[in-house]
């Protein structure tokens, strides 16, 4: 691993720029390498992924899997899948679920992450928050609206619905998600695994 790079991650382990605001305190969630292939930009870790450090591992990051048609190994292997969210750290709980990932996070290191990733050939954009964000004005007038269009943000993006359990109703809603974008993902993200 580049130094820099190295030292980088070791910056974003130890941040605590918005240290006040955090109820259970700083603990950044980050995992990434400099030969990652696809991107996975989510939302912020929950408790459970706060008390472990490990992203994703909760009950959305097993059917986030599932629908990537990707082990454990291959996703928690950072030469494949980097994983770098919104927001690093569990910002707290709201009226309906987690608030949203802090506003401080991705300006302050995402440029900074991924000036250093030369490989990846997808970037995953998981909810609301980073499809704002890394989509800008050319994202649809809703979330639904965005990833049924996906096409559109290819090769650079992809944008998906959050896969937390609590977004059932959203699935029965939309059942072409499961019937037509999941395989398509599946098929993406094994070509670029095989890259």
């Given amino acids: 691993m580049n130094k820099n790079f190295s030292s980088l991650l070791s910056d974003i ?3 605590e720029i918005c240290k006040s605001h955090l109820p259970l305190g700083p603990n950044p969630v980050v995992s990434v390498s400099e030969k990652s292939k696809i991107l996975v930009i989510g939302q912020a870790p929950g408790t459970k992924v706060h ?9 959305s990051g097993r ?7 990707v082990t ?8 494949l899948f980097g994983i770098v969210p919104m927001g690093f750290c569990y910002p707290g709980k709201g009226k309906s679920g987690d608030l949203p990932p802090r506003l401080e996070c991705a300006p302050q290191w ?6 250093h990733l030369k490989e990846v050939k ?9 499809q704002n964000y890394y989509l800008g004005e050319s994202k649809r007038k809703t979330l639904t609206e965005t990833v049924q269009n996906f096409e559109e ?7 998906l619905v959050h896969p937390s359990p609590r977004n ?28």
């Fill in 63 to 69: 059917n986030l899997r599932k629908w990537l048609g």
């Fill in 153 to 159: 943000y290819l090769p650079e993006f992809l944008p």
């Fill in 51 to 59: 008390a472990s450090g490990i992203p994703w591992d909760d009950a």
């Fill in 122 to 130: 997808l970037t995953l954009l998981i909810g609301l928050y980073a």
């Fill in 168 to 195: 059932g109703i959203w699935m029965r809603k939309n059942p072409w998600f499961e019937k037509d974008i999941v395989p398509t993902l599946q098929k993406i993200v094994k070509a670029e695994m095989s890259l």
């Fill in 13 to 15: 382990k130890g941040c």
């Fill in 110 to 115: 995402h440029t900074q992450i991924f000036d």
């Fill in 72 to 79: 454990d190994e291959q996703f928690y292997n950072p030469d």
